[in-house]
């Protein structure tokens, strides 16, 4: 376990737990990708530019990101390596806007990521042993994703931090954790045998094979008891036995699911027929069943329950229902059409077809970096008001989460911080602090990191529909950060729809010049930037 008196790295480990962690609000959320897979996504766009799927600015868009990342990052090495990395990132200075494919740089660029990644984390081991430590969020940002980046499962990262950081007998120090990541991110995958039942048979028509994995009903019952488990009370009627190579069990599971649809797929269209299988698996080694059921990615739009918009009984509203209907996708459909779905929602909200300088990524983050204090202050208040009077007799007849976050500004201010806060807590006190000493670099700075992710949505979209990319190396990747995001920005949006009636170009200017004139010395004006 992590010492509990060394605050650095508890800190570090608890926000590393946030990150993982699928109860997680999305303003404690993990909103980027690791360094690696940025720098990997660069040159696959130089190659998709190459194909003509890419413009300039996009590819400009994806180097942007990946040099936001590198500085800074004792994971790419020492400080020659990363500006040498940097250096082949820019041209005259500038983000490059264009990379030959398998040209010069690009072979450097790729040499580099060969001769990093596997000593990533182990940098970042040597980096926090001591001396000048790296900040605790840019710590634990880095770690999570270049993890969760490698193919792991967050619940299966969640279960091993917690084992690391909580349970292990005696002391152990986050560079040796990290160093312990580090063996694990660069070990092989390992062969799952995974078994996903049916409750009635595959049927082929006639002449055509079953497939070659399929187990029969007697079959399926005999591999189960064989394995250790019960099938009695199982009702099925034969089973998909698949091999597939992943880092756990839980992405076993998650990568036959995906082969299930692949499946359903072609049997929908080919036969027109549909095949459903039971919503658990079971996979050969471990000793509990698994479930099939598709995760939600994260999207919340809190303003049609608060404003009681959920249901559809008089005409729609032109702006919000037809981005819902392209957004629902998001929320668990397949990938691709994820992400098409998902940037077509956005685009249709704050896109200008005749404006080629629009800039729909960037407008949307804005409205979400404006929404992002009032969000860790609204958490932060209920954290302090189960700590007991006076805090939570002031959080109790609060009339809004407006109010509840004035007053945790207030206390931050006044410097009324509880001692027993959680660690996840005291990092996101000290995030406001933070926040609240230079307002409006810091939220410029989350602005930035949001465009990134929903540049990286417009990108995988183009990579999707131009180029018909369906395993794009950060499609996955882009899912599970851009979701969450776009569920608090629609949110935003709608309750400006709903309540004042404000169009959404409205709200994004309202939220650009807001956040163009905020003043240093007024913090408390963080909560008021969108007027709503």
């Known amino acids: 376990m992590i010492s509990p008196v060394n605050r650095h790295e508890q800190l570090v480990c608890s926000r590393i737990l946030d990150f993982l962690s699928s109860k997680t609000h999305w303003n404690r959320g993990l909103w980027n990708v690791g360094t690696i897979l940025a720098l990997q996504e660069v040159l696959e766009a130089s190659e998709a530019q190459r194909d003509g799927h890419l413009s300039e600015k996009t590819i400009k868009g994806a180097t942007t990101t990946a040099i936001r990342l590198a500085e800074n990052d004792p994971g790419l090495g020492d400080q020659q390596q990363r500006a040498t990395l940097i250096s082949l990132l820019k041209m005259n200075g500038e983000p490059r806007d264009e990379l030959q494919y398998q040209g010069l740089e690009y072979e450097a660029i790729h040499e580099l990521i060969e001769r990093i990644a596997p000593a990533y984390l182990e940098n970042w081991s040597q980096a926090v042993r001591g001396g000048q430590l790296p900040l605790p969020e840019r710590t634990s940002r880095a770690i999570a994703a270049h993890m969760l980046d490698a193919g792991f499962h967050s619940d299966f990262l969640h279960r091993w931090w917690t084992r690391q950081v909580k349970r292990d007998e005696g002391i152990r120090s986050l560079s040796q954790i990290v160093h312990l990541a580090s063996n694990l991110v ?28 399929w187990r029969n009903a007697t079959e399926t019952a005999e591999w189960l008891t064989n394995n250790g488990f019960d099938p009695a009370g199982l009702r099925q009627q034969g089973s998909l036995l698949l091999t597939v190579s992943a880092r756990e069990p839980e992405s076993a599971v998650q990568a036959a699911a995906e082969r299930i649809e ?43 329950r608060r404003e009681n918009r959920i249901w559809l009984e008089s005409e729609a509203d032109v702006f919000i229902d037809p981005a819902i209907e392209l957004l629902t996708p998001l929320q668990m459909g397949s990938p691709s059409a ?39 202050l609204t958490d932060l208040a209920f954290a302090f008001g189960e700590q007991g009077a006076p805090f939570a007799d002031e959080i109790r007849t609060a009339v809004s ?6 007053s945790a500004a207030k206390w931050i201010l006044a410097g009324r911080i509880p001692d027993s806060l959680s660690w996840s807590d005291k990092a996101a006190v000290e995030r406001v602090q933070d926040l609240f000493g230079s307002p409006q670099p810091r939220l410029k700075s989350v602005r930035d990191h949001m465009h990134d992710t929903f540049a990286r949505l417009y990108r995988q979209r183009n990579l999707v529909l131009h180029a018909g990319r369906t395993r794009a190396i950060a499609l996955r990747a882009t899912l599970r950060t851009v979701a969450p995001l776009v569920g608090a920005g629609f949110d935003r949006i709608s309750h400006a729809r709903f309540v004042p009636g404000m169009r959404p170009i409205q709200l994004a200017a309202r939220a650009r010049t807001s956040l163009d004139n905020l003043k240093d010395d007024s913090p408390l004006a963080c909560l008021e930037l969108l007027g709503i």
């Open 401 to 406: 989460n407006k109010a509840r976050a004035e």
């Open 338 to 376: 994820a992400i098409a779905g998902g940037w077509a929602a956005i685009e249709s909200l704050l896109g200008e077809p005749k404006n080629k300088r629009a800039d729909p990524a960037e407008r949307l983050a804005t409205i979400v970096a404006c929404s992002f204090p009032r969000a860790e």
């Open 262 to 304: 692949m499946f359903y797929a072609r049997v929908l269209l080919s036969l027109r027929k549909e095949i459903h299988p039971l919503q658990f698996a079971w996979v050969q080694g471990t000793n509990r069943r698994f479930s099939l059921e598709r995760r939600l990615r994260g999207i919340k739009i809190g303003a049609m």
């Open 186 to 213: 660069n070990g092989p995958e390992t062969e799952y045998a995974v078994l996903i039942a049916f409750p009635s048979p595959l049927i082929p028509p006639q002449g055509l094979l079953p497939p070659a994995s």
